[in-house]
């Protein structure tokens, strides 16, 4: 199965440069039998812990880019690429392989280096930071939250297996 490759730039921004490193790191750093994988997928495999750190990364991604200039068009695209992502990455086993074939880094990366370089995807982003740093948090929130109820009835549950043993 044949990987696009993410193209190099034309001209050199550190910002960018650093953001491809951690999107190749997330999504396609190794290669075996012919599928490209990163991170993204390994951490994925810790239920609920893993999609809420790769959440996180890829969200800090996103809060790099703000800082750099990108459009409002270009941080919602990005925004629904992570959302999507982790929307399916919740579901288990199926969100399991679909992080391994999903790479929405690199797929974030393409869109800011079309934004840099080819000034594609236009816009303001003003009018956008705040409500998607909003629901960015939001959620974040939500899954540590979903995450420490999950822990909170799984260790009684546990004490009473242990107590029977």
């Known amino acids: 199965m044949a990987t696009p490759t993410i193209a190099p730039p034309k001209k050199h921004i550190p910002e960018l440069a650093y953001i491809g490193r951690i999107s ?9 039998f012919g599928v490209r994988f990163g991170l993204d997928p390994i951490i994925g495999l810790v239920p609920v812990l893993g999609d809420i750190v790769a959440f996180g990364i890829s969200g800090l991604l996103v809060i790099a880019a703000i800082r750099h200039g990108a459009s409002g ?29 999903m790479r929405t880094n690199n797929r974030n990366y393409r869109l800011l280096a079309a934004h840099y370089y080819e000034s594609k995807h236009q816009g303001s982003a003003r009018p956008y930071i705040l409500g998607m740093l909003a629901c960015l948090f939001g959620v974040f929130i939500g899954c540590v939250c979903l995450f420490i109820w999950g822990v909170a009835h799984l260790v009684p549950l546990l004490q009473a297996l242990l107590t029977r043993i």
């Open 73 to 101: 068009r270009v941080l919602f695209l990005m925004m629904a690429n992570i959302v999507l992502d982790f929307l399916i990455g919740g579901i288990p086993i199926v969100g399991d392989i679909a992080d391994f074939f």
């Open 24 to 32: 190749r790191l997330m999504d396609s750093q190794v290669e075996v």
